[in-house]
């Protein structure tokens, strides 16, 4: 079955690099996603990559993917207070169907 | 700012009524999808649709309805409402029919419904 799991919480201090982690069941996936979610927000697309590619880096954030393991993570630099906010990781299936997984919150202390 | 508007931002029921809610995508988009989100499931996909047409169909209560307008807009009716439909019921929007292409999804704020 399609299956996407996140560790629930995370707590960084400010300056910090976070790392936020996903893995999948899907070996059929396209694309993999992460998303951001504020509250009282909607989702807002942050990143993505292609499952064809192992790695993506979009200014403070990078994108590592393991396709073997089926395990995707989102690496935040030099983290702020800002980026406290619920983080979800997303996979593509051929389908076309989006699965979320269930979100870690990410906690930054100052 | 997405560019996916709903509306309304929050709604308060009773137990057994009926709420219709709104979306209108993204300028240039042609599929819209529902989502349900509760504390208990997470975010649940329901529906999809693509030019108007029904696309992929996803947990989704029997009780609950959707459809897409001419115009793209959507609107989700859920009906016979119980408290456990209390949740945060998101749009979102992209310019594809979904499939293996990139095409991202666009949310929403949401509409967060209480049924008492």
């Known amino acids: 079955g399609e299956d996407v799991e996140q560790s629930l919480f995370l707590s960084v201090r400010e300056g910090d690099s976070s790392v936020i982690n996903c893995t999948y069941t899907?070996?059929?996936?396209?694309?993999l996603y992460w998303y951001k979610q504020e509250p009282g927000a909607g989702l807002q697309l942050l990143t993505y990559?292609?499952?064809?590619?192992d790695m993506k880096q979009d200014q403070r954030l990078t994108v590592l993917l393991n396709k073997k393991d089926k395990h995707l993570s989102l690496r935040i630099a030099d983290t702020q207070t800002g980026d406290s906010a619920i983080y979800f990781c997303?996979?593509?299936?051929?389908?076309?169907?989006?699965?979320f997984g269930q979100g870690t919150e990410l906690s930054v202390k100052p | 700012d997405s560019g996916v508007t709903q509306t309304p931002k929050h709604l308060i029921t009773a137990t057994g009524q009926r709420v219709t809610l709104r979306c209108s995508p993204r300028s240039g988009d042609l599929s819209v999808y529902w989502y349900q989100q509760s504390l208990d499931q997470g975010l649940q996909f329901l529906i999809q649709?693509?030019?108007?047409?029904?696309?992929a169909k996803g947990n989704i209560l029997e009780r609950f309805s959707a459809q897409q307008f001419p115009d793209l807009h959507s609107e989700l009716n859920l009906s016979s409402l119980e408290l456990g439909d209390s949740a945060l019921y998101f749009c979102a929007s992209s310019v594809g029919r979904g499939g293996g292409n990139n095409s991202p999804l666009h949310f929403g704020n949401g509409t967060r419904l209480t049924v008492t």
């Open positions: 899907d070996s059929s996936s396209t694309y």
């Open positions: 649709y693509y030019n108007g047409e029904e696309r």
């Open positions: 997303a996979e593509k299936n051929q389908g076309g169907k989006l699965i």
């Open positions: 990559i292609f499952s064809n590619m």
